[in-house]
């Protein structure tokens, strides 16, 4: 069975930092490309950071680059976010997306979500 468990989310002022970490269970993680995703109340789930899973290199939404870095520890199945400079507006539950996909065939698993609130 596979589990994808977050955690380091919490209450964090203006300006500081935050690392939310995921460890994956079930699955060979090297094989997956991981990402991030957040929700905010009333509006869409979106993508923040993602990572390959064999190379290649990393994407950040428009909002997360020069504060978020997304890194994975193979070894510990682990993928973690490391959020700089939050904001207010970064407050939302993150989530961890495990992807993989060969011809015809694809894995999907979500987590089931830290949440973010960034408040003075």
């Known amino acids: 069975q596979v589990q994808l468990v977050e955690s380091g989310g919490g209450l964090v002022q203006p300006g500081g930092s935050l690392r939310l970490s995921c460890i994956a269970s079930g699955l060979t993680f090297g094989f997956y490309d991981m990402s991030w995703y957040r929700q905010a109340p009333g509006k869409e789930r979106e993508l923040v950071a993602s990572l390959p899973g064999a190379g290649g290199s990393t994407n950040y939404a428009d909002s997360a680059k020069g504060r978020f870095t997304i890194s994975r520890d193979n070894a510990k199945n682990t993928v973690y976010l490391q959020m700089n400079s939050l904001k207010p507006e970064d407050s939302a539950t993150y989530y961890c997306?495990?992807?993989?996909?060969?011809?015809?065939?694809?894995?999907?698993?979500w987590g089931q979500g830290t949440q973010v609130t960034v408040s003075s």
């Open positions: 997306k495990a992807d993989r996909s060969v011809p015809n065939l694809r894995w999907t698993y």
